[in-house]
């Protein structure tokens, strides 16, 4: 990167930062729509200020997104396109659990003593796609924008995405790009930074299990009638195994092995299993399929009971035999896993173990697509240079994000690579109260996107 790009985001940066300030201090939350509107009109201003050359909202079923495009300065026609994806949406918020107000962004050092901004959004997501708008200005005022930029910016992450892929559908010839970067999540624990070459894919689903159209008497009913909970308990026990495997018939069928590049990428990935057990206050990890903490993480996927409810849960005693039952459930899924099919496994497994004495409703909630581009693939490299970069320390490659992003969206609407590169510190507080970003991630961030569009000129996809 350029000295000049450099000695730019140096003097630029606290303007940066006032207007990221400003944009979250605009609530946007996609679950009830709150600012969603004054949001997408700020996003547009913010795209059109910072270099862009059109930008629109683009309306769905749901909560608008926005497109912006900026051309490189010379010969756009020859040079490569970035897709940058982000979303402006937040979590909602309980200000009472919060140290300062969430919509109020303030400046204060965090526990490890480094100066963080507060504020719902700051590091999911707004703080981490800004870096992007900051990278493209300080470009523009500078060396000039080397290539082409397309940035996606959708309003229903934090909803699951319902209206991404149609949004993609009915706009692929505008959002066709070379490469598909995500800028989304923490960094690595070990306090370095990390390229994700995928991100798991999920399942969501839910179980209502009815017994008896009333609670009853555990005395005067206990012994013959059924009772829901026991259902899905005995149920849910035939899921896994005594070694950890999940149990349902072919959930492992198109669970890819694990190949050379990955084992290599697997043997340099720093872990620290006692510091993990410390922090979680746990004296094992789980059993299951895979030799190591990252093996299970990153290459298998996995069956969690995310909430169970039944009966009664206040203060003292209550004897009865609840009515109805229900269990949610989540599932993280590995490429070439397909969640409808998945699905079917899974609900086939319910009615092979069901008593027939209790009603279980299987539905399905939600669902992602798992994506990996191959650690291999040519792109890897002027990514990895370009976090290398932006944060003086070679970052850490992993094959996918333990967690899950619309990134199959882009490969397969678009055919397009798809890798993910998070800016914020690995305690960000995503979703949780005192949301935080680092500043010098923000700082990191920028850097890493004006470094990446600067050596993404010669690529050819």
Known sequence: MQESVTTY???????????????????SISATGEGVAECTDLVEAYCDEYGFDSVRTVETDGQPAVIAHAEADEAPDERPTILLYGHYDVQPVDPDEWTSPPFEPTIRDGPDGRPRLYARGAGDNKGQWFAHLCAIRALRETTGLPVNVTMLIEGEEESGSPNLLDVVDEHADELAADLAYVSDGPIDPSGRPHVLMGARGLLYVQIDATGPNRDLHSGNFGGPTPNPAWELVRVLSS???????????????????????????????????????????????????????????????????????SGYGGEGAKTIIPSTAQVKMDMRLVPDQDPDDVF???????????????DLDVQYMDSMDPQRTPLDHPLREPVMAAVADGWDVDPILKPTLGGSLPTAVFVEALDTPAVVVPYANSDENNHSPDENLAIDCFDHGIRTTAALLSRLVEYEG
Do not use: C, W
Not at 248 to 277: K, T
Not at 352 to 358: Q, R
């Open 9 to 27: 985001v140096d003097e630029r940066f606290d303007d940066f930062l006032e207007d990221l300030r400003a944009l979250l201090a605009q609530p």
């Open 239 to 309: 899921m896994v195994d005594e070694n950890g495997r999940v149990a349902i018939d072919g959930f492992y069928d198109d669970v890819r092995p694990i190949g050379e590049v990955d084992r290599e990428a697997l043997d340099a990935m720093p872990f620290d299993a006692e510091a993990v057990m410390d922090d979680l206050g746990l004296d094992g990890f789980a059993e299951g399929p895979g030799d190591s903490y990252l093996e299970k993480l990153l290459y298998y996927p996995t069956l969690n009971v995310a909430g169970f409810t």
């Open 344 to 358: 079917e496994k899974f609900r086939s497994h319910v009615r092979t173990h069901a008593s027939g004495t209790v």
